[in-house]
């Protein structure tokens, strides 16, 4: 189908077809007051997930594939998967306050996604092979997280995924996984610039099978 172009709206960024809610969306406001005091990790849509989702215009998922959203948040990539290319989504995050804001996205663009509240760690082999793609965005923030996100993947792999994409702006903690995912899994990074709705550069760590 095709894509539509980059549109600013008073409540939400329309992006490749997907409604990608502000924070004076006024659902967004709502649960923002409900949750006055609460940390969220995932407390806003990060630039990244636009840059993901142009490089997966190119290099789109095959359809009704099934794929896990590491560290979702609030789901924009996901939900462009699933609306775009009818795949079969799963997001994962280890902040249970972002299920309202996964929940409400995902009801703006009247798309159905599964969230679960959990670590990538708890991940199992078995439930790794069932999914054919991983993607993730902005999860390598801090030091502490890159080995146990290097073991996930290696999982993963051996598991069966058949493609990782995990996309940042190139924080120290994500080259370091990048090189031992290079050194271990023949990993690539990919440098992809957009152009709207901001013009904005990250880089992706790509592994195919």
Sequence with gaps: ????????????????????????????????????????????????????????????????????????????????????????????????????????????????????????????SQELSTYQTIIGTDICFWDEMTTPLFIMLGLAIEAGVERIIIADPGRPPFWDLVDRCAEAYGAEVVTRRIYEPWKTEKYMLVIEK
């Design 1 to 124: 189908m095709p894509l539509e172009n980059s549109t600013n709206q008073a409540h939400y960024i329309e992006y490749l077809g997907i409604k990608a809610l502000k924070s004076k969306h006024p659902g967004v406001r709502k649960i923002k007051r409900q949750q006055q005091g609460h940390s969220a990790h995932g407390n806003k849509v990060w630039r990244s997930s636009f840059v993901l989702m142009d490089y997966l215009t190119t290099y789109p998922p095959e359809e009704h594939s099934k794929v896990l959203d590491i560290g979702c948040g609030w789901g924009l990539t996901g939900l462009f998967l699933a609306k775009q290319y009818s795949a079969h989504v799963t997001g994962l995050d280890i902040d249970e306050s972002v299920a309202p804001f996964f929940a409400l996205q995902s009801e703006v663009n009247q798309c159905e996604m599964t969230f679960e509240a959990r670590s990538f760690e708890s991940l199992t």
